[in-house]
């Protein structure tokens, strides 16, 4: 059985994000979309919130389960005895960070490889940072992310616009 690790932070799940898994989980026998912890960054969704939004917006992915996992990356894959690590490639600014990442986990793990799907066109410019941007800005985020989880994305968007203003008060 061929075992795929879908990697990130998901913070939250956009459609770039959908549209890899969806086509990982056609060359895989299965895949498994892991949520890691970036020391890098500080997110704005709990650990638990960004499972739950991948595992109600992969819900009718038969063959596509949802994880987190603290530490690192290469130790996840073998535990999982996964084949290969699947990334999505935007543009010419994530490759070098891609391919740092990719050499440093083979390193760590020769048996697993990471593989790159590019982008769909339509989701080039899609992040989850742009994501989070419109929607504290007030901009309509239908259509980057599932329509399942567009409510739960502005509820937080309210939720710390009130703490913001009652730490002013
Ligand atoms: P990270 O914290 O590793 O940057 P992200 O959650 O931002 O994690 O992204 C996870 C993976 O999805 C990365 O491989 C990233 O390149 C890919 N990805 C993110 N957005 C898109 C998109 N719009 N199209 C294709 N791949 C994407």
Do not use: W
Not at 136 to 158: N, S
């Amino acid at each position: 059985m061929k075992v795929a690790v879908c990697p990130g932070s998901f913070d939250p799940v956009t459609q770039g994000h959908m549209d890899i898994i969806r086509r990982a989980a056609t060359l895989f026998d299965k895949v498994i979309v892991v949520v890691m912890t970036n020391v890098a960054k500080s997110p704005m969704f709990t650990q638990e919130e960004r499972v739950d939004f991948i595992r109600r917006a992969s819900a009718g992915m038969e063959n596509v389960e949802v994880d987190c996992f603290k530490g690192l990356l290469a130790d996840y894959a073998r535990q999982k005895h996964a084949t290969a690590i699947v990334k999505g490639l935007r543009a010419l600014s994530d490759f070098e960070y891609e391919f740092q990442m990719a050499l440093t986990n083979r390193k760590l793990n020769p048996d697993t490889e990471t593989t790159f799907l590019t982008t769909t066109s339509e989701y080039m410019y899609l992040s989850s940072s742009l994501v989070k941007q419109v929607a504290q800005l007030g901009g309509d985020i239908t259509g980057f992310v599932p329509d399942c989880i567009v409510d739960d994305i502005l509820r937080k968007v309210d939720e710390i616009k009130q703490c913001e203003r009652k730490a002013v008060k």
